[in-house]
């Protein structure tokens, strides 16, 4: 145990420093913890592949769920909505860098869910809130709206313009963790994107460090 933390942590440490971001020793220790949960919980249930190295889940989970801090200018306090967790990803972690942040772990498997409720027990995730249901596209039956909304490793952009549309505050912020597809996903889904206001802002490319792969975040504004 005390093994498997230190080299997931010497990993983490590894990526985020090829990239530039710097995270304070209690928050990466933090970030620990919950992913070594999370690879315990995976033996039994399958929230990331079984198939990968540990050098392979840290990055193209753990470290891919950090990039949104290439931009540093986030809101201590903000309201937020993952859409379709799994085993809380990206939402966990960047709870853990943002704790004032108030996310809402949308994922419609109950199994799934029950874990993430586990895990906001034993790690104290006070303002974090799991939502166990599927999510309509078009329409908010929640009747809530976020400051941003965030989905990684769901669906294709068509797919989850219609389900964020509804969901984001006019103002908010849709973040989007794509690979090189993303752009082309984007252009296919311009008229859905364009009924829900959901306009292009900012984009990141960078190459994901342990594994060089392609990654792309996009950042769009709901005017």
Known sequence: ?????????????????????ILEDPVVNRLVDYFVRLMQKNEVLNLISPKQDLRTRVAVHLIDSLTPLFWDNWPDDLKALDIGSGGGLPAVP???????????????????AGFLAELKEAMGLARMTILNRHLEPDR???????????????SEMRKLAVLVGPRVARGGY??????????QEIQEAEKELRRHK????????FVLPLVEARRCLFLFEKR
């Open 198 to 205: 959901l306009q292009l802002a900012d984009q990141v490319d």
């Open 1 to 21: 145990m005390v093994e498997q933390n230190t080299e997931v942590k010497s990993l983490l440490c590894e990526g985020l420093t090829e990239l530039g971001l």
């Open 174 to 183: 849709f973040l989007a963790f794509k690979g090189p597809q993303g752009t």
């Open 94 to 112: 960047l709870s853990l860098v943002f704790p004032g942040w108030s996310y809402t772990l949308a994922e419609a498997t109950g199994k799934k």
């Open 140 to 154: 908010n039956m929640e009747g809530q709206v976020y400051d941003l909304v965030t989905a990684r490793g769901v």
